[in-house]
């Protein structure tokens, strides 16, 4: 059956053993140890969702490929306007709700395009490989990681420069398959995944043609290692403090391989150096066009937690700073949210079917929101005041003695209890000012690429001749 | 025949005598008279555009209502997704080669919406009559004005407690119709046009309700006077310097109303205060949708000047600074674009059948744009360089010694000659550094609302408390 | 003698026991506990600084009170504009290494001058205990933390209307002094201090007029609780992890006021309602010009940082968007630094003597810097890539398995280590990715002011009619 | 006698007959035209500030080089703090008011250091000439323009490479001077100054050695050829309408030199190419520092004009969006005006004896206000509303019909008169609506450099290496 729900998904994790490394031990069971907890729970709520009776609608789609319902964010391929446009909408209130989709339907619809232009110009079966890996994982619904990033050594050389080599690349080639070695960095949720999927992140030239390599595997292919990151709010995780990230997290990696075998059926592009660029391209507009509604929904939950900080401490929107402040977030959520639908809206079909979206508004909105994240940060400081930076832990508060006394000194509106003012300042000091934060900023500013790639795209897309004619139109410039 | 063109306008402009000041002086022939000439160039070519077989497919629309094609911008009402999305792929198009659409569909659809409110809720046929008047505008493919701003005096005081009354008002009431007295702001163009459509522009109280009115007449009306302000440009036409303003423009008027008598089936509205802000809240989705994607086309003029104005001077978008200041730009012209399309994606039926864009999405965009419009002048400032405010007018290039120099003092980059160089420079200078540059940051701040008005709307239509909630649900805030 | 160094600070700290509770636990000997080790480490930075031959000049100042020298930014009180220009010079330049400086010679110079007023109204000898106070100080060279900002409650509430009563209030007058009950918030370094001056936050009424009073008492007096959070960095120092907070920090505090007997000899304020706004108004002035320069000095840390961070990833100045992004951190440092010091060029001297800065000027570059911060932050991302989010804790690179991997798959420039690269990457983590990140918002958007009362004092210091008449000249209205 | 007035001004005016140029057409009388009165007025005012009692202490000072009082801002070599911080506070004030000091001290301060490392280096008397020039001018206290920027062609080729050549160059060297040939553009008021100073712009190569060349001539030497642009508001001075221009202004020039003979005594550089960066080096520093504090006082006219627009339409600083847009234009005034005083205190000596003030801080602070002036205007559009766009010119007003028709219609806030109320939009028109618009925004983004030169200035003098140490150090980092 090919949507599953959390309990099969944790089910099927007991099977699998990766190698997996956090704070510099090795993990034996990942299912049940609790700095994954966070991780599993964030993929689990990914699953019930689409057992939901009021997203079920839309959550689940019918696939043609193996004539079975799937979940859209999924594993779905987005071959129409309407599916795009359903995506954001989607996005935005999901990552309002608990920041992620795990949006594997964008990165698989990239890949879909990326291996149909190559088998296109080289004849080798990449795409149709592809569509079976696709018909696979959409039968098992099988939790997937995204291993894109290579490490990149020194930002100025090619991966073929770098000494040693630490992109990831074919070491041998043979009749069943080919040898990687390599590493791929921020393979989210990668350790409590399934599959990984390996895809190519820059262009490369002749010389670099033994890194032009995209693949997939079972995360517990031999050779295969997870250096991990704990999620934020994992390690110790509280009652009072860090809500979110004692219920949600990510846990990262760096995936390392060594040496590691993929049977042929599994690879999908190797040597074709000049179609290493098509899947970060195809991306730049299928995933930042989430990634639009993805920092709308944040900002949407930063708003919440703005409104609610404002309020237990007294004041609400009839305090024109704070109500100026607040609009200013609602204004950057709706206006990426409204690159979402535009981008989506102004789309073409590529010709292997995929509705790409256009690159040039979604790479516009990204860039409008991500440059604000940190200002909607400092708005979040500006609105809750030092108490998020200076007030006691909830340890104080557990103390009898000290919770009276805190009881007095930490009220605030009338309407709230100083234990509700508490839980509200450490959820707002959560997301401003604790490890957290710099998953907020992250997210905004490195993930699906940066400001400078989204001025790239924009500058790429846009037709600047067309606007320089109607200007020599003017000044009669021939 | 519903689909005229700038001849019949022409033509049609001859037969009505209404009656319009210009530099304190009274203009006998409008037509004819030299001040008028670039508004009616405008005009013109909004009509001529719909018989460009280039735009026609789009520009042309089958009206159910009088089962003729129409002037989709001009005079359409706007019911479906599809209408609202090729609207502002059109007005981006249109607004980035000559500024404006006149668009009155967007006017007309707000009154649509407003009038059936007023009808439904009143009983007065207000709706009918409109309906038959809309019909009667898209059989004769008139030109209309739009009188929406009261001039509203002292800006703290109602309408009824200005002293003497300035803002439109019922003075009498009989069985033929209604006299109405006052004036109307900005009814751009309207002395070019045939008919004027009086809309309200602000809520009222119960004490206000002889201001709440709204009807339509000729502009040749007996007591309706316009008092105008020439088109940038108009004054002293130019050969090199100002050709935008050589070519097109929009002659302002404060229209001045004296006992205006209006017959029945003209009246949409008469005394029903508190339907007097419906207009208003329709136009804050429907227009502002629009004006997202008319200031996203100005910014691609912008952009176009901007790039031919760094070539003549020698440099491209491989100076870093001149791409970094034009792909800012882009982002901001296909962001707002986004917000456009978004609006019309995310956007619900009137009642009256009207497609209504999303307010959120629409005040939003338009928010953002209309906020960068004078770092875009500046922009073109620091592109150009002094040269632009300081240099000879084109007085100075036609004197034949003064030529020989110039031709030599004023190069620039070697692929284009010293002419082109100041023909390019005088272009970047009536944008940014004429009194036309007063336009664009005009029709940026102030046309269709304001920044605080697109605030107001933000605000109102967002759903604070459901993010509130989710907040509370992270802090276990019941 | 008035300079003493960290070793008789850290002897004399053994001689005290404030009541202090951390963690929910009650600390017994504060010198010797591993939670306020930074705190004490910074302290003794700021006494050690008076003895580095290379400071020594400027850091010590002759005081004439007591005819000695003293630490100048410590205890000093500015009554040149010399001190006020030094003062800053000194302060950006500490601060770019340690953060912060301690620099009571601010608050003591605003309690100096607020002091003085309210003898000049009331003729109650608060200046003259104030002087003698200080003179205490100069002569022991105590460690002095700052009581200032009241709980506040409901921000909606006045400090008579809170229910309970929670900001600082007299409760019984005596012959031999006063009793007070209540809290001050954010008694940063508090525990690791030897003496606390409680001082007035906002304006009062004659309602409140209990809770004008302004005092000062040694921190292990009866009836003071000091209720504490961490230093960020100080619950887990590491080794490559979290450089700056394994060294240096501020542990924070809510400091509890139980029925606390002051003697009149140290009562500064007793009542005098309309008298309390005059600390807040001086430090308006003299806190805030040296804030600027505060945050100058952070922002060049970010700036040291940021360059560091690029160049272990191989790139420098001559990738123009590192450029350009590096280049905005320096433009925002030396405009806050350049405000500091103009604003000690305008300043005046208060009837007392204390040289008061201008306050438009320091409150304006206040205001700019502060409303960057969250964009410096997400600079460093933005340049350090999202590795600073991903990476594994320093736990990994312990492993030596791990070890060898990461240094192949986290090499970088070639001109460092991959050891090197980590502990520039964990560096730049500290700052924009962790608790820390939380502190450097704080200080920034909260510290010493809002932006709102920024915008304030510069409104109510600025000459608005002065520059109306100009405008009414040329416009020739009366 | 060193300091004269207007009256004396306009007397020496009449005696030289400059070849000048405006409109196409040859002016016989420069002193007599109507184009050139307010250019004219402009001056005047400049020598009759030095006979004003209010402002004589500042604006006088002694001159130790030829032992007579001279304008402080007109000639006096700046050679202390206190000269530079004078400068900057009698600057703001004056382009508060006027717009414009005629700052030639800073111009001439910046060739006195030039000239003495040139003549330092090649020994050539290029400064004593210099230093005889400067008295020369102290003791007549004539007029001077200044000729700095190159006409620089194809912006992508150096001096030599331009076909035909375009920058000033050397064509011939004899016993008694030399002969140059050539342009220089923007010399702002040079038609109505005596003496004109030409300084060279930019960095040279060896190639480019005969472009190396600065000196001093009378305007009416010879082969001088003056291009003008009228200023703005000249060509048609109102009554109502651009009130500033009607009054003061600036007319512009190319001025062309054709073979024009410069006697030794008048020459201060003479092919030193590498010393041709010393002037805009000089430049960058001083003229900076006075430039912040020139656009400081821009704002607060523009502050003035908002404060007294809002008020004309009844609104005031109680309207929050009207009190935050003024807001924020102070701080932006005095941020600027800060940084200003800030260079000034942060200076140092030049060995020929200026002062020098700090490069960071002025470019810093002058770079953040002029990237602010496109708000600024904008701001204006946002307080005034569209009425500055759309209202009709002045001759209407003096229809007496007309005249009856808008007291009622244009009427405002209860204070003011009609007539009143058109004046001040008038003149709120003329700064953000009218051809003087663009001046507003040249002077900010291109007048003493762009945005650009600002950042590479700041980033050439701040101490980088300093700042990466501090990150290194807490890295551990060798």
Redesign the interface.
């Known amino acids: 059956m090919a949507v599953t729900n959390s309990e099969a998904y944790t089910e099927r994790l007991k099977q699998i053993s990766p190698r997996v490394?956090?704070?510099?031990?090795k993990v034996d069971q990942v299912w049940n140890h609790p700095l994954f907890r966070s991780s599993i729970n964030q993929l689990s709520k990914t699953y019930d969702y689409a057992f939901d009776p009021k997203h079920r609608e839309h959550a689940i789609v019918h696939s043609p490929l193996v004539d079975e319902p799937v979940r859209r964010l999924g594993i779905h391929i987005q071959t129409s306007k309407e599916d795009s446009?359903l995506k954001v909408k989607m996005t935005r209130e999901i990552c309002?709700?608990r920041l992620c989709t795990q949006c594997m339907s964008n990165t698989m619809s990239s890949v879909w395009c990326a291996t149909y232009d190559a088998e296109e110009k080289y004849g080798e079966p990449y795409h149709q490989r592809f569509v079976e890996f696709i018909k696979y994982l959409q039968k098992t619904d099988k939790a997937m990681a995204w291993g894109m990033?290579d490490?990149k050594?020194?930002?100025?050389?090619k991966a073929s420069e770098?000494?040693?080599f630490?992109d990831m690349r074919i070491v041998e080639r043979n009749a069943k398959g080919i040898v990687v070695t390599g590493?791929k960095?921020?393979t989210?949720l990668g350790p409590v995944c399934e599959e990984i999927v390996v895809a190519p992140c820059r262009s490369l030239t002749a010389e670099d043609k033994d890194f032009a390599v995209s693949f997939a595997i079972p995360v517990d292919t031999q050779g295969v290692?997870f250096?991990?990151?704990?999620a934020p709010g994992s390690r110790t995780p509280m009652n009072m403090e860090k809500?979110?990230g004692s219920?949600i997290g990510a846990v990262?990696?760096?995936t390392?391989f060594q040496d590691v075998f993929v049977p042929w059926d599994r690879v999908f592009l190797c040597g074709e150096w000049d179609m290493n660029d098509r899947v970060p391209m195809y991306f730049a507009g299928i995933h930042r066009q989430s990634k639009c509604a993805c920092l709308a929904g944040h900002t949407?939950?930063i708003?919440?937690?703005a409104?609610?900080t404002a309020?237990v401490?007294?004041?609400d929107?009839k305090a024109?700073?704070i109500?100026?402040k607040?609009?200013r977030l609602?204004?950057?959520?709706?206006?990426a949210?409204?690159?979402?639908?535009?981008?989506?809206?102004?789309g073409h079909h590529h010709p292997s079917g995929v509705w790409v979206p256009?690159f040039?508004?979604?790479?516009?909105?990204l860039?409008?929101i991500r440059?604000q994240?940190?200002?909607?940060?400092?708005?979040l400081?500006?609105i809750a005041?030092?108490?998020?930076?200076?007030?006691?832990?909830e340890?104080?508060?557990?103390?009898p003695e000290?919770k009276e006394?805190?009881d007095?000194?930490?009220?605030?509106?009338?309407n709230?209890t100083t234990k509700?003012r508490l839980?509200?300042l450490?959820?707002c000091?959560e997301v401003?000012?604790?490890?957290f934060?710099?998953?907020f900023?992250?997210w905004?500013?490195?993930?699906a690429g940066?400001?400078?790639t989204?001025?790239m795209a924009?500058?790429a897309a846009?037709d600047?001749e067309?606007?320089?004619?109607?200007?020599?139109g003017?000044?009669?410039?021939a």
Chains 1, 2, 3, 4 share one sequence.
């Not at 609602?330 to 206006?335: F, S």
């Not at 949210?337 to 102004?346: N, T, W």
């Not at 040039?360 to 909105?365: D, F, K, S, V």
């Not at 994240?373 to 708005?379: R, W």
């Open positions: 490394f956090i704070l510099g031990e446009l309002a709700e990033m490490p050594g020194d930002r100025r050389l770098q000494k040693p630490c590493a960095a921020h989210t290692t250096i991990c990151r704990p809500p979110i219920s990262e990696a760096m390392v949407d939950l708003i919440g937690i409104a609610l309020r401490n007294g004041l929107m024109t700073h109500r100026d607040i609009t609602m204004i950057d959520a709706e206006a949210y409204g690159c979402s639908l535009g981008a989506g809206e102004e256009d040039r508004i979604a790479n516009a909105g860039n409008n440059s994240v940190g200002n909607h940060l400092a708005a400081h500006d005041g030092g108490v998020i930076v200076t007030m006691p832990t340890h104080s508060y557990n103390h000290l006394l805190m007095v000194y930490f009220q605030g509106g009338q709230y509700e839980r509200a450490h959820l000091q401003c000012a604790s490890n934060t710099g998953y900023l992250g905004a500013i490195n993930a940066s400001l400078q989204n001025e924009v500058r846009y600047l067309k606007r320089v004619n109607i200007a020599k003017y000044a009669q410039i």
